[in-house]
């Protein structure tokens, strides 16, 4: 019998160990507290750059604003010199309009 061999067997041993010690160590980085905060971190912000792309893609087409192309290399700079509308004012009120959201729920909760 071929499988009786003693130095096969040790073979066999040794390759699970290694492949048991991969998996471990696998594992262990993947339950890790500084990886999982690390991937949080990174979850959350892809999800608030989505989200400010969303609403300023609203609020343009809200004020009438069509996003400006990114400028190539080579363009002059006046070629898109047409005035744009200041947004400045609605971003702030979006924002107070958030803000006073949130200490609403806050202030509710807290009444509970």
């Known amino acids: 019998m071929a499988d009786t061999d003693p130095a096969e067997l040790e073979r066999r041993i040794e ?8 998996t471990v160590d696998a594992i262990a980085d993947r339950v890790s507290p500084k ?4 991937r949080t971190v990174a979850k959350a912000e892809t999800s ?4 400010l792309v969303s609403v300023g ?3 343009g087409d809200a004020v009438g604003v069509t996003p400006r192309p990114a400028k190539l290399a080579g363009e002059p700079d006046d070629l898109w010199a047409e005035e744009q509308p200041n947004l400045a004012p609605v971003l702030v009120g979006v924002g107070a309009v958030l803000a006073i959201t ?11």
């Open 48 to 51: 608030a750059k989505q989200f």
């Open 15 to 22: 390759r699970t160990r290694a492949e048991l010690a991969q």
């Open 35 to 38: 990886n999982v905060a690390r």
């Open 57 to 59: 893609d609203r609020v």
């Open 102 to 112: 949130a200490v609403v729920m806050l202030w509710r909760r807290r009444r509970r």
